[in-house]
Every structure is written in C-alpha cells, then in structure tokens.
C-alpha cells in the first residue's frame, strides 16, 4: 500500500482515540445523488460538520428512465453492469482539493454498489492518503459491498467502514460523525 506516511499521520485516526488527531481536519462532503435523498443527507452533514458540501456531477445527466429499476436499455445498468473500468465523465469543478484531508463520501446505492460516477471523481483528484468515510442511501442494500469494491479498487486511500443513513434524525447523524472520529468538527 503506497501511503505517504507524513499525510497518513496527520490525516488518519485512531478508532479508539479518533479526535485527537483530527482537530485541524478540513472536511468535504463530496456527494452524488439521483433523485435527492442523499443530497439531504449530505447537506446536513456539511453543516453539522462545517464541511464544503460538493455535488458530483456528471457531464450527462441520468434521466429519469433510469429509475426503472432492471430495465438492462437504460444508462444506469448498463454503466453498472459494464465493464468495472466504466467511468462517466463528470464535471470537474472541485477547487483546492489536496486541501481536505477527510472526505464524507455519499452515493445511492445503484444494483448493490456504488455508482461508477463515484469512480470518476475518486479518479480526477487524488486522495492518495487521505480518510474517506463513506455514506450511503438505498431501498435496503446496506453499504458493505460497495465499500468492498471501492477499498480494494483505491487501495491507497484510508477507507473508514461507513455506514447506511436513510431517515436518519440530525442528532443521529451528529453521533454518527462522533463516532467515526469528527467529534471536534461538529458545531
Ligand atoms: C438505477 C438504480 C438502482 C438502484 N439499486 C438499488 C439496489 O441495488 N438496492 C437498493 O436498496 N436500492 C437501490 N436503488 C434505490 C436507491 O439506492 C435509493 O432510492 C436511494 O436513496 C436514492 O438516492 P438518491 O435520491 O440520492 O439518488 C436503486 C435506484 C436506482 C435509480
């Protein structure tokens, strides 16, 4: 694993001492979202953790046909059921990225992963060392395959388990950002 040890020691934490080395971090919340849900999500974690919230989006936008879930003509499926190496182009209009040093990651989950939109951004900026945390919504598939999938597919990056957060309540989600190590960051 080819982690700068310098960035790791200033930006990854320790689950059973998690603010302590976090009290200087400059959050993210990096988020794509379809239909909204995951949006509200993330704007409330930006504000719970006076985090930048930036939207991924991509160049095309989906359409809503592909919220026909299984429908293998739309966009959606087949971009899921491609090839892993799929990457839809995105705008690119993050500034200062290098400047964060962790980054909430939120997405839908789309036919039991992440998007491969999600891929495009890990792709156009470098967060080789970085934590990320990632957040999902979903009808009912739980985050852990995707977060398999993008571990092993950026191995570099310091991935935190993460977590399903469909309905959660702000102070649910305050203490979902205590225990993954933000506890100093929260306002
Ligand atoms: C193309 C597509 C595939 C989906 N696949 C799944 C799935 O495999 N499992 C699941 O629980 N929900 C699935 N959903 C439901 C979404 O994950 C869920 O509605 C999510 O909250 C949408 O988030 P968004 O509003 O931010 O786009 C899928 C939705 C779409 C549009």
Do not use: H
Not at 72 to 92: D, L, V, W
Not at 105 to 125: E, T
């Amino acid at each position: 694993m080819a982690c700068s040890k310098e960035i790791v020691q200033t930006t990854s934490f320790d689950d059973e001492n998690p603010q302590v080395e976090l009290q200087d971090a400059k959050v993210l919340v990096a988020c794509f979202s379809f239909t909204g849900n995951t949006k509200t999500v993330a704007s409330s974690l930006a504000n719970l953790s006076g985090g930048t919230l930036y939207m991924i989006d991509p160049e095309t936008p989906y359409g809503n046909e592909n919220s026909t879930y299984y429908d293998e003509n739309t966009r959606a499926y087949k971009e899921q059921y491609g090839p892993a190496s799929t990457r839809p182009s995105i705008k690119k209009s993050l500034e200062n990225a290098g400047d964060y040093n962790i980054v909430l990651l939120g997405f839908p989950i789309w036919y039991g992963k992440a998007p491969r939109v999600v891929f495009s951004f890990l792709d156009a900026y470098s967060f080789k060392g970085k934590t990320i945390i990632p957040f999902i919504t979903s009808g009912s598939t739980g985050i852990s395959s995707a977060a398999s999938e993008l571990k092993s597919t950026y191995p570099e990056i310091t991935w935190k388990t993460g977590d399903r957060l469909n309905g959660k309540t702000t102070d649910q989600l305050k203490s979902w950002l205590e225990a993954g190590g933000l506890k100093s960051e929260i306002r």
